[in-house]
């Protein structure tokens, strides 16, 4: 399996879980006694990992080559988003909008953190205020998901209330 950067758990059921590894992403659908590569993954080093709480067959795999993947399979099949997002540092964290399947943040270090709001079509940065772009983690409040925060490596956490369209140091 190597090294695991991330993993997630299926809400439906606590035995699918998910694991973001240097070999790709694994998964398991018997609590972890066995574990089985998921679909033709074009990426290796995987380092971030997300699951949509609202169709939890939805993930996304992020790689240390800049890479954004998305399966809507539970891990079956997988294909790569927009490759060109990140000016090929490692994808750090991923997080997706509770209440918005289609909204999606991904930290990036030297980038800050990109959005998309189409399902990972386009990715767009949303830096305003930020002033550490080395984000290493991402969070969003669940009861209101238009607050959301990043831990950068520098500058400690920073929060944005408006959906990451502008950022504080917290």
Do not use: C, H
Not at 12 to 17: D, K, Y
Not at 107 to 117: F, I, N
């Amino acid at each position: 399996v190597g090294a695991i950067r991330a993993i997630v758990i299926d809400p439906r059921s606590s035995a699918t879980v998910y694991a973001a590894t240097t070999d790709g992403v694994m998964k398991t659908t018997d609590g972890g006694d066995r574990w089985t590569k998921t679909g033709a993954l074009k990426i290796r080093d995987t380092r971030a990992l997300a699951l949509d709480p609202r169709a939890p067959d939805v993930l996304y795999a992020g790689s240390a080559n800049a890479i954004i993947s998305k399966t809507t399979d539970g891990g079956g099949t997988w294909q790569p988003l927009d490759a060109a997002i990140a000016k090929a540092v490692p994808i750090r964290a991923i997080v997706v909008d509770p209440q918005d399947s289609q909204t999606v943040y991904a930290a990036v270090p030297r980038s800050g953190v990109l959005k998309t709001s189409d399902g990972g079509m386009t990715w767009n940065p949303f830096v305003e205020g930020l002033t550490e772009l080395d984000v290493r983690g991402l969070a969003i409040d669940p009861s209101a998901p238009a607050t959301i925060y990043a831990a950068t490596n520098g500058k400690g956490l920073f929060k944005s209330t408006d959906a990451g369209k502008t950022w504080q140091e917290s």
